[in-house]
């Protein structure tokens, strides 16, 4: 039952809100740090195979900082439109600060909740989310299929990202053994605090993969493909929103 209680509270919005908002000033180099320096590569790698060069209006969810904003611009043209949207201040902030630095003449930071969002329905034509899904229950993973499938326009694509648990024996151990024992001094060294970085491993390891994920999403009318990267290190889902 306090197990049960407990798993329940790293859910709830405001713990959420609040850890991301002790993170905002380390993420960088923490988000660096924890996926081997492999995020950067993993960000080009999702958003890659979206065809997003005609898109008019691209989203990107549980934004954070704008990491995947670079990528996208990538691949897309200045006048595309990027909504960003992300519920922590303190990352929205360093998310408002990056803008003046990249080339695109339309990017909208807003700062909600993604669950209860003022974007409208069937606007974008690809949905986008960075490593913004383990800190997401399975009933709060169906929710975000049903709100990517209300923004998305049909036939719109959507490509998601996590890190996740090997299944490997041998690299399970050691990168569960990473996330639980190193991380954390290492959250402690950066922030002074063990308890903040501790907690990327338990929701990595509740999250495992995006298989689950892609379930949840067969459910909502969505063409789904699950992808691992680098040995399952990372996984995600892709695909597409069905005509009606
Ligand atoms: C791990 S960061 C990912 C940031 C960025 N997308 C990246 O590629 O690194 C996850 C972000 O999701 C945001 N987030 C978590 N739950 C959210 C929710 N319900 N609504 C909006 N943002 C949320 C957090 O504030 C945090 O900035």
Redesign the pocket.
């Known amino acids: 039952m306090q197990e049960e209680k407990l798993t329940n509270s790293i859910y709830e ?1 405001r713990f ?2 609040e ?3 002790k993170m ?1 000033g380390t ?1 960088d180099r923490m ?1 660096h740090i924890t996926s081997f320096g492999f ?1 950067a590569r993993w ?1 080009k790698q999702f958003i890659k195979d979206l065809n997003i060069e005609n898109a008019k209006v691209v989203v ?9 904003w670079k990528p996208i611009l990538h691949h897309c043209t200045p006048e595309t439109e990027i909504i960003a ?4 201040g303190e ?1 929205v902030k360093h998310a408002k600060n990056r803008i003046s630095s990249l080339k695109s003449q339309s990017i909208t930071v807003l700062k ?4 209860n ?1 003022s974007i409208a329905s069937s606007c974008a034509d690809s949905v986008v ?4 899904l ?3 229950s399975e009933e ?1 993973l169906n929710d975000l299929a049903k709100q990517i499938h209300r923004i998305l326009k049909p036939n719109g694509t959507f490509s998601l990202i996590d890190v996740s648990v090997p299944s490997g024996k041998i690299l399970k151990f050691f990168y569960l053994f990473y996330l639980k024992r190193i991380i954390p001094v290492l959250g402690w060294l950066f922030l002074g605090k063990v308890s903040t970085y501790k907690m990327l491993g338990v929701y990595t390891e509740k999250f495992q993969n995006a298989q689950r994920t892609k379930q949840l999403f067969e459910r909502h009318s969505f063409e789904v493909e699950y992808y691992t990267y680098f040995f399952g290190c990372a996984s995600g889902i892709k695909g597409k929103k069905r005509p009606e």
């Open positions: 919005k959420v809100e850890l991301f908002d905002s993420y988000n995020s960000r990107d969810l549980m934004s954070g900082m704008g990491e995947c949207l992300d519920f922590s990352m909600e909740d993604v669950f969002n989310s960075g490593f913004g383990k800190t997401f709060q």
